[in-house]
């Protein structure tokens, strides 16, 4: 990835931070540690991976994206509302009675998401019906999912991943946003998924494993799962939970906390600080 794209991005991922933290404030209730982790992640997704048009979210030859780990849809939303979906304004309206935006992703009222989730481990088999109504039909669209490290001890999803590589869907990506921490605590301590990797390459899985963060390896990553013919591919993602928001990181207490005012402001000042190191190392 040349040096101008690798900038562009960055900025980007801080804009979608800065939108999350808008939105779960204005809301006052939220999930911001994993929405902040997978920031690179709708990045890169949204302005550099899939092949959508947000003048026409339909279109049935769009790229999918099936947010599993529904409860951080702040993020997948702030990187919508950059990518021209909807307005931004509408982040500060998360959670509110009539507003578009929901604690949840919604199908139906929100333009750009293509599927209602949140129940952990159903967005998987979601996107797999995707990818298989794709091969049916002879499109050409790929499938993407994200999925949480501790969302992968719900046993719907290796009956997913067998229906996968069964069915040798390689226009399915999953990505599992390894941060370390679920609402209960670490992972390794509530439900132990280790090693990951291993067990989804026994599943039938072409495995990438990644720092979450860094585009360099993002892109890699995506351009690998592209390439790979006859089965599906997973990316692992190691990323932090909280990421740049300082009191926020590889903290369990902000899995689903909102900001008070003083926090706010330290979050907005932090990542106002790091876009403006950005824009003058340009």
Known sequence: MNSADKKSLKKLACQVRLGIIDAVYSAKSGHPGGSLSAADIYTYLYFKEMNI????????????????KGHT?????????????????????LRKVDAMLQGHPDMKGTPGVDMSSGSLGQGISAACGMAMA???DSKSYRVYTLLGDGECEEGQVWEACMFAAHHNLDNLCVIVDCNGLQIDGPVEEVGGIEPLDKKLEAFGFEVVKINGHCFDEIEAAFDKARSTSGKPTAIIANTTKGRHVSYMENQVGW?????????????IKELNDMLAKIEEDE
């Open 255 to 267: 899995h689903g906390s909102a900001p008070n005012e003083e926090q706010y402001n330290i979050a």
């Open 134 to 136: 794709g091969k049916l």
């Open 53 to 68: 048009d947000p003048s026409n979210p339909k279109d049935e030859n769009r790229d999918r994206f099936v947010l599993s």
């Open 73 to 93: 849809c702040p993020g997948l939303y702030s990187a919508l509302s950059l990518r021209g979906y909807f307005p931004r304004e509408e982040l500060t309206k």
